[in-house]
């Protein structure tokens, strides 16, 4: 099947092309199809498989052939969990929509409303945008929600577990009844179901993925070491190719920051991305990594979620995620587009019961390869009743809070992207703070 066979415009086709786009993917496939002729849709689809273009090509060419663009009302809303995510999102539909005339901003935290304000002013097709900064513009009405013809919930599954569903149901009744709804979740768990069943009308459910799917050309390692010595091991690591990009995730963002100082200090060029960061630090640490100004991007879930890098060889778990699902969020960064990738974990003793509950979530072994030089003193244990560690700790022995889970859009290997995009934001951090402590899950702010 080829993008022609799917009854895009030639506009559409025409920016595939440009970035080598050949055939769709998957989700691509099952969604554009369903999206042109005006159904709503709950469609289940993991990251890195495309699903951003599976609702972006369809909603451009929507737009596009409407014949009234660039009204005073954005005519189509798209919601996303993080402003990494949104920004990525944007970028995308800059992308795709390059051979049209249709517009879009970020709707999100981290700088003055005031340009927000303003461009909603001028005039603008599509909003892209986090819950809580909407529910600011919509409190101080400086946003009209009336016009929306088109609403997208990218991972709709996200949001939920960050304590977004209160701002989702009041956004959500703040629009027109008549409207398409698209929902894409990486899983249709019940409460994704409900709300569904509320808010849309008839959708067609499509599903692509398996829960927690894994990229098959993803390679699982674990080395077994000591705290006290991880930070050793992952500069010995890093040190065999000081040129390869990699992604390296700490649970604490203390951590992150105590790993680039010592990382930098030992010749290696690192920057942190998390949620204590400014807008424009986030901006400028994502921006150099994928330019190969820096090769080692430190990050925690939260504030990783929307980094697309393409041909990311490696992610390196520093410390292992406190929730076995975000690992296989983490390594989907690699092993994308056809691409072989590779998922390191350094896993001390005490945190033997998340490597247990990941090789349980997964259904498979991991192979266990201590270093020479770098041997644990203990052993790990591989059973149920395996060692945790304390909430707060890991980030190589820094303290500080833990963050939520993470996530990202991608292109095909080879696709080139524009340069200098600087999104605006606020805030995600917020989200991060409130991880599953409870049952009860407070409204976040992004």
């Known amino acids: 099947m080829s993008f022609d066979s799917l009854g895009l415009a030639p506009a559409l086709l025409r920016a595939l092309a440009d970035y080598g786009y050949t055939q769709p993917t998957p989700i691509q496939s099952a969604a554009i199809p369903l999206a042109l002729a005006g159904h709503d849709l709950l469609a289940a689809a993991q990251t890195g498989t495309g699903k951003t273009a599976a609702f972006a090509l369809p909603l451009l060419q929507k737009l596009s052939t409407s014949g009234q663009t660039m009204t005073r009302r954005p005519r189509a809303l798209i919601l996303t969990p993080t402003r990494e995510l949104a920004a990525q999102v944007h970028e995308n539909l800059r992308d795709y929509g390059k051979h049209m005339q249709v517009s879009a901003t970020t709707i999100f935290g981290g700088v003055s409303m005031g340009p927000q304000i303003n461009a909603l002013r001028r005039g603008v097709d599509v909003v892209i945008a986090t819950p809580g900064r909407l529910m600011d513009h919509m409190q101080q009405r400086t946003l009209d929600l009336s016009g929306v013809e088109t609403l997208i919930l990218d991972e709709a599954d996200r949001m939920l577990d960050m304590g977004f569903l209160p701002a989702l149901k009041r956004i959500l009744v703040a629009l027109p009844k008549k409207r398409q709804t698209l929902l894409f979740s990486a899983t249709f768990a019940p409460a994704i179901k409900t709300l569904a069943m509320e808010f849309m009308h008839n959708p067609r459910e499509i599903s692509v993925s398996t829960p927690n799917a894994v990229a098959t050309l993803v390679s699982h390692q674990v080395h077994p070491v000591d705290t006290s010595r991880k930070r050793d091991l992952l500069l010995h690591l890093l040190s065999a190719d000081s040129r390869r990009q990699s992604l390296v995730f700490s649970r604490t963002k203390h951590g992150a920051d105590k790993l680039v100082t010592y990382l930098n200090a030992s010749?290696?060029?690192?920057?942190?991305?998390?949620?204590?960061?400014?807008?424009?630090?986030?901006?400028?640490?994502?921006?150099?990594?994928?330019?190969?100004?820096?090769?080692?991007?430190?990050?925690?879930?939260?504030?990783?979620?929307?980094?697309?890098?393409?041909?990311?060889?490696?992610?390196?778990?520093?410390?292992?995620?406190?929730?076995?699902?975000?690992?296989?969020?983490?390594?989907?960064?690699?092993?994308?587009?056809?691409?072989?990738?590779?998922?390191?974990?350094?896993?001390?003793?005490?945190?033997?019961?998340?490597?247990?509950?990941?090789?349980?979530?997964?259904?498979?072994?991991?192979?266990?390869?201590?270093?020479?030089?770098?041997?644990?003193?203990?052993?790990?244990?591989?059973?149920?009743?395996?060692?945790?560690?304390?909430?707060?700790?890991?980030?190589?022995?820094?303290?500080?809070?833990?963050?939520?889970?993470?996530?990202?859009?991608?292109?095909?290997?080879?696709?080139?992207?524009?340069?200098?995009?600087?999104?605006?934001?606020?805030?995600?951090?917020?989200?991060?703070?409130?991880?599953?402590?409870?049952?009860?899950?407070?409204?976040?702010?992004?």
């Not at 921006?287 to 393409?310: H, M, Q, Y």
């Not at 690992?327 to 033997?352: F, N, P, W």
């Not at 991060?432 to 409870?438: A, D, E, L, Y």
């Open 267 to 446: 010749g290696l060029r690192t920057a942190a991305i998390h949620g204590n960061k400014s807008q424009n630090a986030r901006t400028r640490a994502l921006s150099d990594f994928k330019s190969g100004r820096v090769t080692v991007l430190v990050a925690t879930d939260i504030a990783a979620r929307g980094i697309d890098i393409e041909q990311l060889p490696i992610v390196i778990n520093f410390d292992l995620p406190s929730v076995a699902e975000d690992y296989v969020h983490r390594i989907g960064r690699t092993g994308r587009a056809g691409m072989e990738g590779l998922a390191v974990s350094l896993v001390s003793h005490d945190e033997s019961g998340l490597l247990f509950d990941i090789r349980k979530l997964l259904k498979q072994d991991i192979a266990i390869t201590p270093i020479a030089g770098y041997e644990p003193s203990a052993p790990l244990r591989l059973d149920a009743g395996a060692p945790r560690p304390k909430q707060g700790g890991g980030g190589g022995g820094g303290g500080g809070q833990r963050q939520s889970r993470a996530p990202r859009q991608g292109k095909p290997a080879g696709a080139a992207r524009p340069n200098g995009y600087a999104p605006q934001g606020r805030g995600d951090h917020a989200a991060g703070n409130q991880r599953r402590r409870s049952n009860s899950r407070p409204a976040a702010k992004a």
